[in-house]
C-alpha cells in the first residue's frame, strides 16, 4: 500500500524532501562522477521526478518506466523525458555519452540488472560508461539503515560486493568507496564494455 502511494509523484518528492541525507550523498557522487563536457550527452535511467537533470554540466535526458512521474518531471524540467522500460530503451544506437542509472538497481532484478546494461551499452558511445549510484546493504549491526532500506520499495537489495558482482560477470567496473551516510550507504560504480 505504501510502495502504491510512493508512486504518485508528490508522495516520492516528499520522500526526497526527507531524506536530505541520502539524497546529498547522490548529489556529491554524481557531480563526482557525471561528465563535465557541456557538449556531452547523458541518459538518466530510471530519472524518477527528473530533478538530477539540471545539476550535471552535460546536457541531459530522463527515461523512467512511470508515466505520471514522466509528466510531472517534464513540467519541471521541459520536455526531456520518456516513459520506457529499461530493458527497452527507445533511443538509437551510439547516442549517449554516458548513462546514470541512480537508486533504481536495488529496484531491478539480477537478470533486469545485466539486460539493462545490454541496453545501455546498445545507445552508449564506443567511449561512453555507465554510471550507477546505488545504496547498498550496511552489516545489520547498523540496524537503523538495515531495517529502513529492509522496508524500500525496491525487492532487490544487495551489498556493495553482490551489486559489483552482477555488472562484473560482463563489464569492468571501476568502483568509489562505499560512502556511509546516516541512513544510507551508497556507492559510485563506472561500468565500461
Ligand atoms: C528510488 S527511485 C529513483 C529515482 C531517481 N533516479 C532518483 O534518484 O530520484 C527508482 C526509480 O526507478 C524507476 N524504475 C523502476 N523499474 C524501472 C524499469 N524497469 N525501467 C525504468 N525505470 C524503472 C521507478 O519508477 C523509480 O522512478
Known sequence: MVHRVLEIPAAFRLTQLLNPFTTGIYRRLLREHAPQDPHALLLDLGCGLGDYLDMVECRALGVDVNPAYMAKAAEHHGPRFAAATA????????????????????????????????ECFQVLKP?????????????????????????DRGKHLRTFAQLKAVAGEHYRVEASPVVRGLLHDVVALRITR
Open 87 to 118: 530493458m527497452d530503451l527507445p533511443f538509437q544506437s551510439e547516442t549517449f555519452d554516458a548513462v546514470l542509472i541512480m537508486a533504481t538497481c536495488h529496484h531491478l532484478s539480477n537478470e533486469q540488472v545485466l539486460s539493462a546494461l545490454e
Open 127 to 151: 567511449h561512453g560508461y555507465v554510471l550507477i549510484i546505488d545504496p547498498v546493504l550496511p552489516s545489520p549491526l547498523w540496524f537503523w539503515k538495515w531495517a529502513l532500506f529492509k522496508l
